[in-house]
């Protein structure tokens, strides 16, 4: 692009450099002509999607040529009731993803800040630069701490200021796997500015089985600059249809609801997300597998001397005790892919998204042979 050009692109955008998301299987496929692949990089659902969503696909009767209902209103209501609020409450979005950047959109700019923790979620940065906001990355935990390479809450709270227009928190974190406890998040909104929104991305919150919130409706009832986000990309095994969705005061939504694209859902994704809300089956039987495999997968890296991160999403990051980018490319070699975490300050580090056991075994046996 001529530089005449390239200057004119917004300085926050300038800055920028794009996501860079878990290898495709496809793409290592072409590379290394490799036929058998298994993906630990993308925190997917190893049990594959929701049943009830497959049986709603396949029931399809939409009419593709009408636009999809941009209110999205029975969905809207659907997830309404699973929490206990208001449709006012709900913004749908095209992958929580949506939600995040509307957030950055409406309360963030040039001249604003957005505060996050080290170690946290690549698209914060992203969408609060997007807009000409600086990003304040507060230091996490070191890694002797309680939790390593967790939120430090006190000092992310010390570092907002008046100018703050967000506060972007994953609980559970990605791409750490930790996470703060219900009392230490209540304390911590008590204390934020009524002006400074905190957006809590709970992307991984169904596979916590401790200090899990109890009730976070009740905290929306409590705190008028909370947003709340969830995805079906997860638990829901729907990451490929985009569907995710905001929790938030009426006042607020409306805000998001504004500049929200007038039919960023997908009649195919209001569809299937709307069968799947309902399939407490398949969210029990995922929500037992990861725990299992994840205490199994932990123990199994234990064994090894390779020290883990405590995790209570469906991904664990352990310390490769040496630089991670080469083992991550030997295990590429072995047809698997997980995580390298170089771009998310952790070098050392790996993500293995928690697969079924064979998935979980053939990682093990490739990191078996790759480090000796
Ligand atoms: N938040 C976190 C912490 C995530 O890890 C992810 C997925 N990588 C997302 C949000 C976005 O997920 P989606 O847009 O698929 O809902």
Redesign the pocket.
Same mark, same amino acid.
């Not at 009392?183 to 204390?191: I, Q």
């Given at each position: 692009m001529p530089k005449i050009l390239s200057e004119q692109a917004h300085a926050g955008i300038r800055g920028l450099s794009a996501y860079v998301p878990g290898k495709p299987i496809e793409d290592l496929k072409r590379e290394l002509g490799l036929s058998s692949i298994i993906k630990l990089a993308s *925190?997917e659902n190893p049990l594959g999607t929701a049943p009830a969503a497959l049986d709603a696909l396949a029931n399809f009767g939409g009419d593709l040529y009408r636009y999809p209902d941009g209110s999205g209103f029975e969905l809207k209501h659907q997830i309404a009731a699973r929490h206990g609020l208001d449709a006012a409450c709900v913004t749908l979005g095209n =992958? $929580? +993803?949506d939600i995040l950047e509307l957030t950055a959109r409406v309360f963030l700019g040039p001249g604003k800040n957005a505060v996050v923790s080290q170690h946290s979620?690549a698209?914060y940065p992203i969408v609060a630069r997007a807009v000409g906001a600086d990003v304040r990355a507060v230091a996490a935990f070191g890694p002797g701490a309680d939790m390593p390479y967790g939120h430090d809450l006190e000092a992310m709270r010390a570092a907002i200021d008046e100018n703050t227009g967000v506060v972007f928190m994953?609980n559970p974190n *990605?791409p750490t796997g930790t996470w703060v406890t219900p009392e230490a998040l209540e304390a911590f909104l008590d204390r934020v500015p009524p002006a400074t929104l905190v957006v809590l +991305?709970q %992307?991984y919150i169904e596979y916590q089985t401790q200090d899990a919130v109890a009730a976070e409706a009740s905290w929306l009832a409590r705190y008028d600059n909370l947003v709340i986000t969830r995805?079906f $990309?997860k638990i829901f095994g729907m %990451?490929a249809l985009r569907f =995710?969705y905001g929790l938030s005061s009426p006042a607020v939504a409306d805000f998001l609801n504004r500049i929200r694209q007038p039919f960023n859902v997908n009649m195919i994704a209001l569809h299937c997300a709307a069968a799947a809300i309902d399939d407490h089956d398949f969210i029990a039987r995922s929500v037992a597998s990861n725990t299992g495999q994840r205490a199994r997968l932990a123990e199994a890296l234990l064994e090894r001397g390779l020290r883990c991160l405590p995790s209570q999403a469906n991904f664990i990051t352990f310390d490769t005790r040496r630089a991670a980018r080469p083992v991550y490319d030997a295990l590429l070699r072995q047809g698997v892919i997980v995580r390298p975490l170089a771009g998310y300050g952790l070098p050392n580090h790996l993500r293995v998204t928690v697969g079924q056991t064979a998935e979980n075994d053939r990682f093990l046996d490739a990191l078996g042979r790759v480090l000796g």
């Amino acid at each position: 692009m001529p530089k005449i050009l390239s200057e004119q692109a917004h300085a926050g955008i300038r800055g920028l450099s794009a996501y860079v998301p878990g290898k495709p299987i496809e793409d290592l496929k072409r590379e290394l002509g490799l036929s058998s692949i298994i993906k630990l990089a993308s *925190n997917e659902n190893p049990l594959g999607t929701a049943p009830a969503a497959l049986d709603a696909l396949a029931n399809f009767g939409g009419d593709l040529y009408r636009y999809p209902d941009g209110s999205g209103f029975e969905l809207k209501h659907q997830i309404a009731a699973r929490h206990g609020l208001d449709a006012a409450c709900v913004t749908l979005g095209n =992958g $929580s +993803d949506d939600i995040l950047e509307l957030t950055a959109r409406v309360f963030l700019g040039p001249g604003k800040n957005a505060v996050v923790s080290q170690h946290s979620f690549a698209v914060y940065p992203i969408v609060a630069r997007a807009v000409g906001a600086d990003v304040r990355a507060v230091a996490a935990f070191g890694p002797g701490a309680d939790m390593p390479y967790g939120h430090d809450l006190e000092a992310m709270r010390a570092a907002i200021d008046e100018n703050t227009g967000v506060v972007f928190m994953a609980n559970p974190n *990605n791409p750490t796997g930790t996470w703060v406890t219900p009392e230490a998040l209540e304390a911590f909104l008590d204390r934020v500015p009524p002006a400074t929104l905190v957006v809590l +991305d709970q %992307a991984y919150i169904e596979y916590q089985t401790q200090d899990a919130v109890a009730a976070e409706a009740s905290w929306l009832a409590r705190y008028d600059n909370l947003v709340i986000t969830r995805t079906f $990309s997860k638990i829901f095994g729907m %990451a490929a249809l985009r569907f =995710g969705y905001g929790l938030s005061s009426p006042a607020v939504a409306d805000f998001l609801n504004r500049i929200r694209q007038p039919f960023n859902v997908n009649m195919i994704a209001l569809h299937c997300a709307a069968a799947a809300i309902d399939d407490h089956d398949f969210i029990a039987r995922s929500v037992a597998s990861n725990t299992g495999q994840r205490a199994r997968l932990a123990e199994a890296l234990l064994e090894r001397g390779l020290r883990c991160l405590p995790s209570q999403a469906n991904f664990i990051t352990f310390d490769t005790r040496r630089a991670a980018r080469p083992v991550y490319d030997a295990l590429l070699r072995q047809g698997v892919i997980v995580r390298p975490l170089a771009g998310y300050g952790l070098p050392n580090h790996l993500r293995v998204t928690v697969g079924q056991t064979a998935e979980n075994d053939r990682f093990l046996d490739a990191l078996g042979r790759v480090l000796g």
